[in-house]
DNA sequence: ATTCCACATTAGAATTATTCTAAATTATTG
DNA sequence: CAATAATTTAGAATAATTCTAATGTGGAAT
């Protein structure tokens, strides 16, 4: 009883990026961008799939990793890397930057709009700029200055 | 003809970090830091550990991971993660910024006076700035407007 | 509907970067 | 020079991710 209606807004989103909406991509998908179980969600492919595993979707780790480089690739996710050997997943993939919390690792969006940045170099010839990230790390304990 | 006169500069620069300046701290900081071997640089460890062993230098891989991050700790080195399960350290620790060559893999600093970031909102309670990265990733291709 | 086939999924092995462990070595202090 | 504590080391262990080869599945064509 929950088999027959697709959720078509995510369908649509896989079709249009070229994926064939599985039962996995589309349990991913939903997890991901589905409003009540996520909106803006910075996560790892580990942690997705224990909620996958926890929410009753039968799927391999190594699904999960490449569902989310497709879905990177896509552009419905962007990949965001703080620290060696972990990679997060943003599901907010308009312009934008992060705070990150080094004493817990959690990682919070930084509305792009407000950010002004200056006085860059152009980029060297026959190069172009993907993609800007602004990642400002912060550790417990107060500001100095008063 | 060439363990009597020790790298003055160099043992005085562990010393102050409460680093003892044993033979292959010694080896690695002068690969890092001195002027002809490398100046600026962005190495990983296996790189510099590959470099130690060109040079004729005992030094295991687990000391060059140790060194890494007791140089890091101590702020002779910084560390800069662009890119998921990879870790370069770059020796200038001055403030500046990068640009990363997706397509290479290759890092290039951004002299940080130049760059003007503004409209970053207050860190939340209880937590300050330990450090700002920007990293400008780079493709091939020339820039689309002309 | 059924068949077919390219695309997807999977379990488990393999790989890669890094960290850990416990023993051997070495720098410093007295 | 001996004692002590820090350091180094080889190799095992861990962690995240990717690969592989076999199996399963979506959707177009019949």
Known sequence: MNKDRPYSALVQRLKAAGLRPTRQRLALAK???EPQ???DRHITAEQLHAEAVAGAVRVSLATVYN???QFTGAGLLREVVVEPGRSYFD???SDHHHFYFEDGGRLQDIPGEQVHLEGLPTPPEGTRVARIDVIV???DGESEAS
């Open 31 to 33: 997890l991901l961008f």
């Open 37 to 39: 179980s996520g909106g």
């Open 67 to 69: 569902s989310l480089h």
């Open 91 to 93: 599901t907010n993939v």
């Open 137 to 139: 790390r912060l550790s």
